[in-house]
């Protein structure tokens, strides 16, 4: 039953004893977690010392790469979250350490953030900052961290100008804590000269190339010399769509401090490229100039920009940082009229769209000659969306595109996929989006048993590689560019249906998303973040003021406690609640008033919760419920010494 303090019509916490029968969705769940706690040890020991700097090549040239082991070991941090042992909360800590400084040693991290590059990879290797916030966020250091890089972004260090806070806009595509970059060598680009030769040119005027061949030769010297100076003369400097992935990196700072100019920072900068917008007639342009003149450096046109209309890309380079950005100016004003510029760039590529086929396929870029490259739309950026408005609106935008080429339910062990190494259809294998949404909008009822027993699968596949000969690092080609992506290839540290299943949420956009979600948890008797021992947990489903879930606790013998969080950084208020137990039968009720849920499960017990909630209420933040008694509160950041 569910017990309630009588004398107060409010529901302080829940006591479940009702027993539930073990469903196999919680005991996968929690098969999952213990194999990913054993893989994490097992993948750290084979690709890493025991300081854990990463066993690879003594040097590593351009500027290209440091985000890739940031990106193969922030699982760690994020299992962690969901309810990994504490061995994957050393090891997470331990890797983003050791990434940090051996990529130093590289010349390419620069006083601990990338020295320069483009918001595409800041966005991959900010993940695991990002991570840490929601697994460890009393460390100074990340704290810290996440701060001192918040503040190269802001303008206001005449050192480091990578933001014109009087335009407005970023000074280049190429940024990081040496500041813009507006001048690219040779150098910088030289680990990409293979990999893009068979990549559509980015420029439609360079001397020895067939640009309607759909390739270019980068490896070939002349052509090499005359990208980078076209990219020097045209694309180096001023501002692109694609810098609006650092409002994760601002609000990640915010969400430590609460403080507001790093609110008002992510609304101004949005709001510029919303103008930008109007500016060209509705239609995001992908570059403007130091000046805020759109097309300043590109002969006036609005498309072929850094990674923009016409780069290989093409649209998701717009649409992706558009959502990212909206998604970001939610959580921190609970406006979701903030997601209207990726909405009104969703809606101007679907009206652009022609039948081909009997199906509807929008243009992917736009060359001098027009709009080109004519595709299904992808949905899951309409998803994202829906999952932060809830609005029907939205869930038209996914329903309207034929999306059965992309619902491919993973089929392990036989998924076709891009990759023929890993199998993995995309990047950091989120490849679930649209069979979650069809879950969630009660079209698909046996996706959780099913991607959870797939989960595992998977995981016993990238173990099998990973002790397979052509797992072992020494013997790959560390000369080869592609080296650099191998820890990803070989991880099993992939948990998707075990996150979508745990938090009612897809999991983020690879390219810098911060981990929305609609509930998350804590462990009471540990004080720590996660699912304690022994407990399942299942989101069913999403209103826009309700969450649906099921807790089960598998031990029967120990009586377990979760802390319910209403959204992944407190930024929701539960309402009223409704319990019912395995018959379906309501057993409960009564009104909340906070951002905490305690749910005790006794052994063998379980309940279904339809708790209320009014969504973007509170501030965001990294506050757990113990974060007063840690350390006696807030650490003060460490000043360096003024010298003379």
């Given at each position: 039953?569910?017990?309630?303090?009588?004398?107060?019509?409010?529901?302080?916490?829940?006591?479940?004893r009702?027993?539930?029968?073990?469903p196999?969705w919680?005991l996968?769940?929690?098969?999952?977690?213990?194999?990913?706690?054993?893989?994490?040890?097992?993948?750290?020991?084979?690709?890493?010392?025991?300081?854990?700097?990463?066993?690879?090549?003594?040097?590593?040239?351009?500027?290209d790469?440091?985000?890739?082991?940031?990106?193969?070991?922030?699982?760690?941090?994020?299992?962690?979250a969901?309810?990994g042992?504490?061995?994957?909360?050393?090891?997470?800590?331990?890797?983003?350490?050791?990434?940090?400084?051996?990529?130093?040693?590289?010349?390419?991290?620069?006083?601990?953030?990338?020295?320069?590059?483009?918001?595409?990879?800041?966005?991959?290797?900010?993940?695991?900052?990002?991570?840490?916030?929601l697994?460890?966020?009393?460390?100074l250091?990340?704290?810290?961290?996440?701060?001192k890089?918040?503040?190269l972004?802001?303008?206001?260090?005449?050192?480091?100008?990578?933001?014109?806070?009087e335009?407005?806009?970023?000074?280049?595509?190429?940024?990081?804590?040496?500041?813009?970059?507006?001048?690219?060598t040779e150098?910088d680009?030289?680990?990409?000269?293979?990999?893009?030769?068979?990549?559509?040119a980015?420029?439609?005027?360079?001397?020895?190339?067939?640009?309607?061949?759909?390739?270019?030769k980068?490896?070939?010297d002349?052509?090499?010399?005359?990208?980078i100076?076209r990219?020097?003369?045209?694309k180096?400097?001023?501002?692109?769509p694609?810098?609006?992935?650092?409002?994760?990196?601002?609000t990640?700072?915010?969400?430590?401090?609460?403080?507001?100019?790093?609110?008002?920072?992510v609304?101004?900068?949005?709001?510029?490229?919303?103008e930008?917008?109007?500016?060209n007639?509705?239609?995001?342009?992908?570059?403007?100039?130091?000046?805020?003149?759109?097309?300043e450096?590109?002969?006036?046109?609005?498309?072929?920009?850094?990674?923009?209309?016409?780069w290989?890309?093409?649209?998701?380079?717009?649409?992706e940082?558009?959502?990212?950005?909206?998604?970001?100016?939610?959580?921190?004003?609970?406006?979701?009229?903030?997601?209207?510029?990726?909405?009104?760039?969703?809606?101007?590529?679907?009206?652009?769209?022609?039948?081909i086929?009997?199906?509807?396929?929008v243009?992917?870029?736009?060359?001098d000659?027009?709009?080109?490259?004519?595709?299904?739309?992808?949905?899951?950026?309409?998803?994202y969306?829906w999952?932060?408005?809830?609005?029907?609106?939205?869930?038209?935008?996914?329903?309207?595109?034929?999306?059965?080429?992309?619902?491919?339910?993973?089929?392990?062990?036989?998924?076709?996929?891009?990759?023929?190494?890993?199998?993995?259809?995309t990047?950091?294998?989120i490849?679930?989006t649209?069979?979650?949404?069809?879950?969630?909008?009660g079209?698909?009822p046996?996706?959780?048993?099913?991607?959870?027993q797939q989960?595992?699968?998977?995981?016993?596949?990238?173990?099998?590689k990973?002790?397979?000969p052509?797992?072992?690092p020494?013997?790959?080609?560390?000369?080869?560019?592609?080296?650099?992506?191998?820890?990803q290839?070989?991880?099993?540290v992939?948990?998707e249906g075990?996150?979508?299943?745990?938090?009612?949420?897809?999991m983020?956009?690879s390219?810098?998303g911060?981990?929305?979600?609609?509930?998350?948890y804590?462990?009471?008797?540990?004080?720590?973040?996660?699912?304690?021992?022994?407990?399942?947990?299942?989101?069913?489903?999403?209103?826009d003021?309700?969450?649906?879930?099921t807790?089960?606790?598998?031990?029967?013998?120990?009586?377990?406690?979760?802390?319910v969080?209403?959204g992944?950084?407190?930024?929701?208020q539960?309402?009223?609640?409704?319990?019912?137990?395995?018959?379906?039968?309501?057993?409960?009720?009564?009104?909340?008033?906070?951002?905490?849920l305690?749910?005790?499960l006794a052994?063998?017990?379980?309940?279904q919760?339809?708790?209320?909630?009014?969504?973007?209420?509170?501030?965001?933040?990294?506050e757990t419920?113990?974060?007063?008694?840690?350390?006696?509160?807030t650490?003060?950041?460490?000043?360096?010494?003024n010298?003379?």
């Amino acid at each position: 039953m569910t017990q309630t303090n009588k004398s107060n019509p409010r529901t302080s916490a829940i006591y479940a004893r009702d027993s539930w029968t073990a469903p196999t969705w919680a005991l996968t769940e929690r098969k999952l977690i213990d194999t990913l706690n054993e893989a994490v040890v097992e993948y750290v020991r084979r690709y890493t010392r025991e300081d854990g700097t990463i066993v690879w090549r003594e040097d590593w040239p351009g500027m290209d790469g440091s985000d890739d082991p940031y990106e193969a070991f922030m699982n760690l941090s994020l299992l962690y979250a969901l309810g990994g042992n504490e061995e994957i909360l050393r090891l997470s800590r331990l890797m983003y350490d050791a990434i940090t400084w051996q990529w130093t040693e590289y010349g390419q991290i620069h006083n601990e953030f990338d020295a320069y590059y483009d918001w595409m990879h800041h966005g991959e290797g900010s993940l695991y900052l990002y991570f840490l916030g929601l697994s460890d966020p009393h460390l100074l250091k990340n704290s810290q961290r996440a701060v001192k890089f918040a503040e190269l972004y802001t303008g206001k260090n005449p050192e480091i100008p990578n933001y014109d806070a009087e335009r407005k806009l970023m000074r280049s595509p190429i940024t990081g804590s040496k500041g813009p970059r507006f001048q690219m060598t040779e150098e910088d680009w030289v680990t990409h000269r293979g990999v893009l030769d068979d990549y559509l040119a980015p420029f439609e005027d360079i001397p020895g190339v067939d640009f309607a061949s759909g390739k270019c030769k980068w490896s070939d010297d002349n052509i090499y010399r005359e990208i980078i100076s076209r990219m020097n003369e045209r694309k180096a400097k001023g501002d692109v769509p694609l810098n609006l992935n650092a409002t994760g990196l601002i609000t990640n700072a915010f969400m430590y401090t609460g403080d507001e100019k790093y609110r008002q920072w992510v609304l101004e900068y949005l709001a510029a490229w919303e103008e930008r917008t109007l500016r060209n007639d509705g239609l995001t342009p992908d570059n403007v100039g130091l000046s805020d003149i759109i097309g300043e450096y590109n002969d006036g046109k609005w498309w072929g920009g850094y990674y923009g209309y016409r780069w290989p890309h093409g649209f998701m380079s717009i649409i992706e940082p558009l959502t990212n950005a909206g998604m970001n100016a939610v959580l921190l004003t609970g406006d979701r009229s903030k997601l209207d510029l990726a909405r009104s760039q969703l809606d101007r590529n679907w009206d652009l769209g022609k039948e081909i086929n009997g199906k509807w396929h929008v243009p992917n870029k736009h060359f001098d000659a027009g709009w080109t490259d004519f595709r299904i739309q992808v949905p899951t950026y309409p998803i994202y969306l829906w999952t932060i408005s809830m609005a029907e609106e939205d869930a038209a935008r996914v329903d309207r595109i034929p999306y059965e080429d992309h619902f491919r339910l993973i089929d392990m062990p036989t998924i076709s996929g891009r990759n023929p190494v890993t199998r993995k259809e995309t990047k950091h294998f989120i490849a679930n989006t649209v069979p979650w949404y069809l879950y969630m909008r009660g079209q698909f009822p046996d996706y959780p048993e099913r991607i959870l027993q797939q989960n595992l699968e998977m995981i016993a596949i990238q173990l099998e590689k990973l002790r397979s000969p052509e797992g072992d690092p020494t013997s790959w080609d560390w000369d080869s560019p592609y080296s650099i992506h191998m820890w990803q290839e070989y991880s099993p540290v992939y948990f998707e249906g075990l996150l979508q299943m745990m938090l009612g949420a897809p999991m983020h956009i690879s390219h810098g998303g911060l981990q929305h979600a609609r509930v998350r948890y804590f462990d009471a008797a540990l004080k720590r973040c996660g699912l304690p021992e022994d407990v399942g947990a299942l989101v069913e489903s999403l209103g826009d003021e309700f969450v649906t879930l099921t807790f089960v606790n598998l031990s029967a013998f120990k009586e377990r406690e979760v802390i319910v969080q209403a959204g992944s950084f407190g930024e929701h208020q539960f309402t009223y609640m409704e319990s019912f137990n395995q018959s379906g039968q309501k057993i409960g009720e009564g009104e909340l008033d906070g951002k905490w849920l305690p749910v005790t499960l006794a052994p063998g017990a379980g309940i279904q919760l339809k708790l209320h909630m009014k969504r973007y209420m509170n501030q965001p933040t990294y506050e757990t419920p113990w974060s007063a008694e840690v350390a006696g509160g807030t650490a003060k950041f460490i000043r360096g010494r003024n010298q003379v």
